[in-house]
């Protein structure tokens, strides 16, 4: 499986916007890249994915690098709400469809 | 109900005893899963149902795990003489047709303690 590489922890400030990064060399052509959070306490959260086009909703955006080599989350605007672990994980198209959790990004926002 | 159910939320169990994890998951999903996780690490993959057919159980730490979904809804994960070792965040999680490619959607979790 093809791993992916993130900052053990990012600080913001609230009401500013936030760019987390994700390394993931080895991906392959059918792999797409997902995204989940998790708040303290809770189960994680699917937030966004994407193959190669960046892509919008209502919770994030993500960034995705033309040679497909990395990848950035934007949270426009943190709240405190954001406060969470974020997971980079790269879900293939051919597999059963586990994921595969890295340690993640812990992202502190601060008031 | 709307989201995927677990219980019980919080399990205190003696070395030795054996424990049932349930897990509800959303009306008419297809793909269930199970997860692992310790404290302050990432969820580790235990194993995985289509329906009623466990079709990948290659997480499961040792035969001491036990996981079920016999009607292909409800499932169980069964732990016997549990172990100081055992004790994490059991997530389940389900996907309908799609094998999570619209996301997972995660339960809470059952968080167990072996003292």
New interface residues.
Partial sequence: DAKTTQPNSMESNEEEPVHLPCNHSTISGTD?I?W?RQLP??????VI?GLTSNVNNRMASLAIAEDRKSSTLILHRATLRDAA?Y?CIL?G?SN?????????TTLQVKP | GAGVSQSPRYKVAKRGQDVALRCDPISGHVSLFWYQQALGQGPEFLTYFQNEAQLDKSGLPSDRFFAERPEGSVSTLKIQRTQQEDSAVYLCASSSWDRGFYGYTFGSGTRLTVV
Avoid: D
């Fill in positions: 797409y997902h989940y306490s809770q189960g994680p959260e699917y994915h672990v997971y879900h198209s059963t469809g586990k994921l595969i959790f890295g340690q993640g």
